[in-house]
């Protein structure tokens, strides 16, 4: 089966742009997470979205936002871009994430943020 | 708030040598454990998932424990190979967000 795909793999912004970054799902997956990896913080969670609902955030500013589709396809903005926002951006999808639930997370290749 | 910590940070050892490395976590009230590799630039392979019911889950040459109540996991590479060498993270779920450790960069050397 396929499996998540995030798109582009690569982009190069300018301070102050905006981006929206795209992720699909594995088939029948409905929980989507979103996270930053820098070399110096390593990865960081930044949303879980479960049935086009938010259901946990991270420790990021309101620049950063998501959303999530009806057939679980999730997007990521981030607004006025820094220079430290420059990172690999990664999501992962699984079936459910409750106790008791194999919630095995399959993760995509990434888009790597360059701004400049 | 969940602190998930990876010791060595960085491990080289020569081919064929077996080898563990170790991940611990503060609250122990998780929904399950997985290990994963990340090669250089790429996005994370998930390697074994140890529910939080289970003690330890076994593909291949990968041996992975779970205590639940000390905090700590361990995973075991058999016979290591140069295809292993990777950095390799170990990352928990609980309350809708999964959070992972800084990771250990493996070496192995023919």
């Known amino acids: 089966k396929a499996g998540v795909t995030q798109t582009p793999r690569y982009l190069i912004k300018t301070r102050g742009q905006q981006v929206t970054l795209s992720c699909s799902p594995i088939?029948?997956?409905?929980?989507v997470s979103w996270y930053q990896q820098t070399p110096g913080q390593g990865l960081q969670f930044l949303f879980e979205?479960?049935?086009?609902?938010?259901?946990n955030k991270g420790n990021f500013p309101g620049r950063f936002s998501g959303r999530q589709f009806s057939n679980s396809r999730s997007e990521m903005n981030v607004s006025t871009l820094e220079l430290g926002d420059s990172a690999l951006y990664l999501c992962?999808?699984?079936?459910?994430?409750?106790?008791?639930?194999?919630?095995?997370?399959?993760f995509g290749q990434g888009t790597r943020l360059t701004v400049v | 708030k969940q602190e998930v910590t990876q010791i060595p940070a960085a491990l080289s050892v020569p081919e064929g040598e077996n080898l563990v490395l170790n991940c611990s976590f503060t609250?122990?009230?998780?929904?399950?454990l997985q290990w994963f590799r990340q090669d250089p630039g790429k996005g994370l392979t998930s390697l074994l998932l140890?529910?939080?019911?289970?003690r330890e889950q076994t593909s291949g040459r990968l041996n992975a424990s779970l205590d639940k109540s000390s905090g700590r996991s361990t995973l075991y590479i058999a016979a290591s190979q140069p295809g292993d060498s990777a950095t390799y993270l170990c990352?928990?779920?609980?309350?809708?967000?999964?959070?992972f450790g800084a990771g250990t960069r493996l070496t192995v050397k023919p």
């Open positions: 992962a999808s699984s079936l459910e994430i409750k106790w008791g639930v194999n919630t095995e997370a399959f």
């Open positions: 088939s029948g997956h409905r929980s």
């Open positions: 979205y479960f049935s086009e609902t938010q259901r």
């Open positions: 609250d122990s009230a998780i929904y399950n």
């Open positions: 140890i529910q939080s019911s289970q």
């Open positions: 990352a928990v779920w609980n309350n809708n967000d999964m959070r």
